[in-house]
């Protein structure tokens, strides 16, 4: 995960702050008030009102959707560098979904008004943004198709090719995942139960694909993860 490192902090570069240019970055980060949400809380609620955004200078939250009935489906996950609560500023509707810090998150929060006077007058801050809705809509599409279908050992590398390529640091022997997910979390990411994501991880476990300790999840053996995501109904693609 390539970073851009200005004035001690670090932002991903594929990140809503890591494509600002430096001085539209710290017009951004002046234009709002700093607040620290503690683990499980909600930064933004599914179905409120509200205009106002987010920029994530560190910390780690997910992003949920409800379902009529009451389900929670984790959609995506937000980091260091990036932007929460983008959708309602744009088209001024409720929030679309509710995003929930899983380890303490620091970030700056902007006025509804004032980041559209700051899409107005700062032309990076607008190419930025639209850079990374572009890019949160073609990784939903790609995970569309590799997440709901094939066997689940198969859905569930998928997944943490994915969460690795985004989110994977040096550590534990191998690529360290820095999303504290619980396996309630990876059986909602792939849709399917707890007991299956557990038989899937325990098998990706042996043929030493991976290691796991509580919440994390490290790569160590890549080509034998991209072999099991190429499984497909009980047979390796190709």
């Known amino acids: 995960m390539a970073e851009r490192r200005v004035g001690g902090l670090s932002w991903p570069v594929g990140s809503f702050l890591g494509r600002l ?13 700093m607040r ?10 599914q179905g409120q009102p509200g205009i106002d955004v987010i920029a994530l200078l560190s910390g780690c939250a997910k992003v949920v959707g409800v379902t009529a009935d009451g389900d929670e489906t984790i959609v995506d996950i937000r ?23 899983v380890r303490r998150v620091l970030g700056v929060v902007i006025a509804g008004q004032r980041f559209q006077e700051l899409l107005g007058r700062h032309p990076a801050v607008a190419a930025a943004l639209s850079a990374t809705m572009a890019k949160k809509l073609r990784t939903a599409t790609r995970l569309h ?33 820095d999303v504290p997910l619980s396996q309630r979390d990876l059986a909602s990411l792939v849709g399917t ?19 796991t300790r509580r919440r994390f999840v490290c790569v160590r053996d890549p080509g034998s993860l991209a072999l099991a995501a190429a499984i497909t109904d009980g047979r390796a693609r190709g």
Not at 157 to 170: D, F, K, T, Y
């Open 36 to 45: 620290e949400y503690d683990p499980g809380a909600c930064l933004v609620l």
């Open 79 to 101: 980091t260091t560098g990036d932007l929460v609560g983008e959708m309602a500023n744009m088209d001024g509707g409720v929030r679309s979904s509710t995003v929930v810090a």
């Open 193 to 211: 139960t707890e007991p299956s994501v557990y038989r899937a991880l325990t098998e990706l476990r042996r043929r030493g694909a991976v290691s």
């Open 145 to 177: 198709v590799d997440l709901l279908h094939g066997p689940v050992i198969a859905r569930l590398a998928r997944l943490l090719i994915h969460l690795a390529e985004l989110h994977g640091l040096p550590g534990d022997g191998g690529r360290l995942i």
């Open 21 to 33: 240019p430096e001085h539209d970055r710290q017009v951004l980060l002046c234009s709002g008030g």
